[in-house]
């Protein structure tokens, strides 16, 4: 990689395209095969576009060979990497050839020209508008407040969007677990954090919720949860449609079809109300 300023031209086209590349595995070849070559093409016609029209090419990217920093056109950060190695050219007088592969990548993102998440990844594709983790990813947000391990992670740069496929998080606060949550699908997008697909979720006290959407809001630690809600606590369970709590699963409000079974008689929340 060349010390000095190079431009990265924007893929658009070529980034739909890896969306579609990564939703499944054609044969026994690696996803990031897959980018590669399927890809290839379609970055080397950006590229003969970008050279005949020098007002394409908008973010840019200093470093050397083991770190790089993109910038955008204003000249705000878009990601910092700290590398192993990287697999792919980069060349002052033709952009990048090809997505970037990074080795041991130890990344930054930012959103708006702030520090967003730490992503860690043993390899990661960046192809100049999405940073792709197909080989397990750990993140931790810049506040320190999450931290997430997941098989795949995609990134999007433009939103800020973190996807994740075979998710576990962590909410901390104070640097002390406040909540555990696994789910099949999980996003991250400013404080909010949706699970689509399911999830499974616990706290330290031994509280545990199970449902089919949970959303959590980073800021506030509030959680809500929709579909076959259940909440375990000791010997308690309260199931219905729908659930506004915390994190700490003490406090708050179940509706549609709720039932309690409670053979101590004692409710793990202090507001219960059927609609």
């Known amino acids: 990689m060349d010390a000095h300023q190079v431009s990265l031209y924007r893929l658009t086209a070529a980034g739909a395209l890896l969306a579609t590349l990564t939703s499944g595995l054609v044969g026994c070849r690696s996803r990031s095969q897959l980018i590669r070559e399927g890809i290839k093409q379609e970055v080397k016609e950006r590229l003969d576009k970008a050279k005949k029209d020098p ?10 060979n083991n770190s790089f920093v993109v910038d955008d056109a204003l000249g705000n950060h878009i990601l910092e990497a700290k590398v192993e190695k990287v697999d792919g050219a980069m060349r002052p007088d033709r952009g990048i050839e090809g997505p970037i592969l990074m080795h041991q990548a130890k990344c930054l993102l930012y959103q708006k020209g702030k520090p967003q998440m730490h992503l860690d990844a043993p390899e990661a594709t960046w192809d100049g508008q999405r940073l792709v983790a197909n080989k397990t990813a750990h993140g931790r947000t810049a506040e ?44 991250v997008r400013g404080q909010l954090v949706t699970m689509p697909a399911g999830a499974v979720g616990n706290n330290p006290d031994g509280q545990r919720l199970k449902a089919d959407h949970v959303r959590l809001f980073r800021d506030s630690g509030k959680l809500e949860a929709r579909g076959h809600v259940v909440v375990t606590d000791g010997d308690t369970t309260v199931s219905g449609q729908r659930l506004q709590a915390d994190t700490r699963l003490k406090k708050g409000r179940f509706s549609g079809n709720t039932r309690v079974i409670a053979k101590s008689g004692k409710l793990p929340l202090a507001q219960k109300r059927n609609r």
């Open 55 to 64: 007002a394409a090419s908008s973010i840019k990217v200093t470093g050397n």
């Open 144 to 187: 320190g407040d999450m931290v997430v391990d997941s098989q795949t992670a995609i990134w999007t740069s433009d939103t800020g969007v973190l996807q994740m496929d075979a998710a576990k998080m962590q909410s901390l606060k104070k640097g002390k677990v406040t909540f555990n949550a696994d789910a099949p699908k999980a996003e």
